[in-house]
């Protein structure tokens, strides 16, 4: 492995955080691989995205807007990928671990015959071999895996790290249509839920809800607000989504999304071991509970015991003036 | 209509899971169940074969040591027709891209017009075999899907995205992995579970499959260079509070002291 190639995961021509988190990393693998860092930007606003990952330290940047990007699902990602792969050589594939970068990056790998790892916090390069650190059983270990083979495809945990602008050439590059290609699985529309929210996957303040909120207003109303208020994402416990309080995309746990948001606040959840590891990799745990005796209250950084719908709504303004505050 | 299910043993997701330290490989001798997410690709597979007719089959297919059979018997007693179990030592230590290798040799020899898998395992949690499975059968894989038709030889479905769904189609053969947001998994009735007993599940070895590449630890491309415990993470400090604005006050101070405002 040389070269570092990054999936840049945009959203009409603005590159999601993790993408450039990704990017940032990127340059000290290849730096220590001794190769250069490729960004690809694939469908229609990756002309604009590519302005933005200009500022981030990236040698090459390989853009294409063909229509059938947007039009069908995963396949014509993959193949411009794979020619990107296959030009640059030996290399190490970065894509986010989300549902279109893990789609990506596993048809990808098999394609390549190359190995691949997923839900990476950490990557080193040791002796020319590249280590991916990844929490495993719920986080009960952590484990350390090398790539054997030419190509490697290691999909990467949001909020792992730090996207910082650097100097790089990033030249852009416009790929070529791949040849002899036909899609079959077409997208007929996107229909938008949720509006212009980022995650709880991604955000790095999640608030999330439990069986102590008791029905499906609160998540709409003082969760909502104080997610706002921190510019989070409401996230949820399983008996939360369950009782069918707010849709599974939501879902922090075993059964739904693992997480490592900078701060977590777990309001009316018992931090069950299903809960707990899905969240507990967040740098900052921060519980509201009625009852002091919770299991979360083993392992939050701080609980606090008291009622909930009162506490809500007062830390909101907190926060909501604090922020005033400082502006 | 030939449709085939994947499922996985993992660890009871109440048990304590743990990797030996020499084989650095998991465990896998302790409580074993059907993975959690495959009872609704499961419940998929059924409601689809409820509205296409009795030609149409499920098949179950798994990669795992004989004393798997338990659990695959209630994807049986679920109403699944019959089973396929890949037991052999050589899959031993494989990874996820050649579980989804043997898979899709085991699922081609079988013939399929549509895998259903679950989105992802309670173990590994990679959610990475169904788009690897998808490459190596060399069809459409369509993955996080909530809803799910049949209309022929046309595939409708309703793809989860981080901020709503798509509406897709595609053609069959298909690979498919469904969310927890598809169904509710019925429990084995009693007929289903005595039925369970009489349903054929068929060894398979790898020397049956051909495989061109090799397949498990020999195989891997990726090794496990090491194991770590996690980071401790040990109880903080517990503040009781008898008002909304003094627990508010608790948390702002907290979180000043982190900087994490």
């Known amino acids: 492995m040389r070269d570092v190639i990054v999936f840049i995961e945009h959203s009409a021509g603005k590159p999601r955080r993790v993408s450039l988190e990704i990017a940032t990393k990127a340059k000290e693998l290849a730096a220590a691989l001794g190769g250069k860092t490729h960004a690809v930007i694939l469908g229609k606003g990756a002309r604009a995205a590519s302005d933005a990952v200009k500022a981030y330290p990236v040698d090459a940047i390989h853009i294409s807007e063909d229509t059938e990007i947007d039009a069908f699902l995963v396949d014509p990602q993959v193949d411009y990928l794979e020619a990107v792969a296959r030009a640059a050589g030996p290399a190490l594939v970065l894509v986010p671990n989300t549902m279109a970068g893990r789609d990506a990056g596993s048809r990808l790998a098999a394609r390549l015959g190359a190995g691949l790892t997923s839900d990476i916090v950490d990557l080193s390069v040791d002796s020319g071999k590249v280590n991916c650190v990844s929490p495993k059983l719920g986080g009960l270990t952590i484990t350390t895996c090398a790539f054997k083979g030419e190509y490697g495809v290691a999909a990467i945990r949001p909020n792992s790290f730090k996207a910082v602008p650097g100097p790089g050439a990033g030249d852009v590059n416009e790929l070529t249509k791949p040849a002899g290609k036909s899609y079959k699985m077409k997208i007929e529309d996107e229909v938008v839920e949720v509006a212009g929210e980022l995650g709880v996957e991604e955000s790095s303040v999640v608030v999330s809800g439990g069986r102590g909120l008791g029905g499906p207003e609160p998540f709409k109303t003082i969760l909502k607000d104080l997610a706002d208020a921190l510019g989070g994402a409401v996230g949820a416990s399983r008996a939360a989504v369950d009782a069918g309080w707010i849709p599974h995309s939501h879902q922090v746990g075993q059964t739904g999304k693992t997480i490592s948001p900078s701060l977590y606040i777990a309001v009316g959840i018992s931090g069950a071991i299903q809960h707990k590891v899905g969240m507990r990799t967040a740098g900052t745990i921060v519980a509201i509970n009625k009852d002091a005796a919770v299991p979360i209250g083993e392992f939050a950084d701080l609980l606090v015991v008291g009622d909930l719908f009162q506490i809500v709504p007062e830390l909101t303004k907190a926060v909501t003036s604090n922020a005033a505050a400082h502006t | ?261």
């Open chain 2, 1 to 261: 209509m030939k449709i085939v299910v994947t499922v996985k043993l993992v660890p009871d997701t109440t048990a304590d899971k743990r990797i030996d330290p020499a084989t650095k490989r998991l465990v896998r001798t302790g409580e074993t169940v059907l993975n959690p997410f495959d009872e609704y690709a499961i419940e998929a597979a059924l409601q689809l074969k409820e509205k296409l007719g009795a030609e149409t089959t499920v098949t179950v297919v798994t990669m795992a040591p004989e004393r798997g059979k338990e659990v695959v018997r209630k994807a049986l007693a679920m109403g699944a027709d019959d089973a396929l179990m890949l037991s052999d030592p050589g899959c031993e230590g494989s990874d996820v891209m050649g579980t989804a290798y043997a898979l899709a040799g085991a699922i081609a020899k079988n013939g399929f017009d549509l895998v259903v898998c679950g989105t992802q395992s309670t173990d590994a949690i990679t959610g990475e075999l169904p788009g690897a499975l998808a490459e190596f059968l060399g069809v459409p894989g369509l993955t996080y899907v909530r809803k799910l038709e049949i209309d022929g030889t046309t595939l409708r479905a309703e793809r989860e995205t981080d901020s709503g769904f798509l509406k897709v189609t595609t053609g069959l053969p298909a690979v498919v992995s469904v969310t927890k947001s598809i169904n509710e998994p019925r429990y084995p009735s009693l007929k289903g579970i005595m039925g369970a007993k009489k349903k054929t599940i068929a060894p398979l070895t790898l020397a049956e499959l051909a495989l061109e590449h090799p397949i498990g630890s020999g195989g891997a491309k990726t090794e496990l260079v090491a194991l770590t415990d996690p980071p401790a993470r040990g109880k903080g400090k517990v503040v009781e509070v008898s008002s909304g604005a003094e627990g508010a006050k608790v948390i702002m101070d907290f979180l000043h002291a982190k900087k994490l405002i």
